[in-house]
């Protein structure tokens, strides 16, 4: 069964521009997260999509939002990009969306750089 | 609101030697436990995690790690480590009632193992 995969795997953008990163689950999994990783911040949790439906949501700026499809897929859209968005945005998905105990299966990540 | 501390930013060991990676959390609600390793370049994989039941709990590649309410600690232990062990690893939490998957994650700890 393949795994999580993200694309692109890498990105180098300038202050300003906009971004779309995609994640598509594990056959059959209807739950996505996305993540933030920097040196400074850590791990931070951004949103949870569930049947196309934002579930939870992290304490990000408007200028991070998502969308899933009906296939499950999801992306995540980065507005007017600051140098601090420079990130490792990983992606988990998740059989379905159920009290905090169900295992996270994370892609490899989308390596951001904002110039 | 959730919190974790991971008590070390980085542990050197000699192969073949035991180690313990610290984590402490702090929750006005029950918990689920997880640690998660990343190998340089890759996602975040599971290697254990604490739901329910006996507070000892044995994971993938010999880690086991322990829970211990009354410290609010959930230590990961490995009796002897390889050279292929040497990675990050991060400690999370979720609560039973938080709806989905959302997780909050400590900030790492380096572990690595010299020849």
């Known amino acids: 069964k393949a795994g999580v995969t993200q694309t692109p795997r890498y990105l180098i953008k300038t202050r300003g521009q906009q971004v779309t990163l995609s994640c598509s689950p594990i056959s059959g999994h209807r739950s996505v997260s996305w993540y933030q990783q920097t040196p400074g911040q850590g791990l931070q949790f951004l949103f949870e999509?569930?049947?196309?439906?934002?579930?939870n949501k992290g304490n990000f700026p408007g200028r991070f939002s998502g969308r899933q499809f009906s296939n499950s897929r999801s992306e995540m859209n980065v507005s007017t990009l600051e140098l601090g968005d420079s990130a490792l945005y990983l992606c988990?998905?998740?059989?379905?969306?159920?009290?905090?105990?169900?295992?996270?299966?994370f892609g490899p990540g989308t390596r951001l750089t904002v110039l | 609101a959730q919190s974790v501390t991971q008590l070390d930013s980085q542990v050197p060991v000699f192969e073949e030697a035991p180690v313990e990676l610290r984590c402490n959390y702090s929750?006005?609600?029950?918990?689920?436990l997880f640690w998660y390793v990343q190998y340089p370049n890759q996602g975040l994989q599971l290697l254990l995690k604490y739901l329910s039941g006996s507070t000892l709990v044995k994971g993938i590649n010999g880690f086991e790690a322990e829970f211990n309410k009354s410290q609010t600690s959930f230590h990961l232990r490995k009796p002897s480590v390889h050279i292929s062990d040497t990675a990050e690893y991060f400690c999370a939490v979720s609560t039973y009632y938080n709806q989905g998957g959302k997780l909050i994650f400590g900030q790492g700890t380096e572990l690595s193992v010299k020849p």
């Open positions: 929750s006005s609600v029950s918990v689920y």
């Open positions: 988990a998905s998740s059989l379905t969306f159920s009290a905090g105990g169900g295992e996270q299966f």
């Open positions: 999509y569930f049947s196309e439906t934002q579930r």
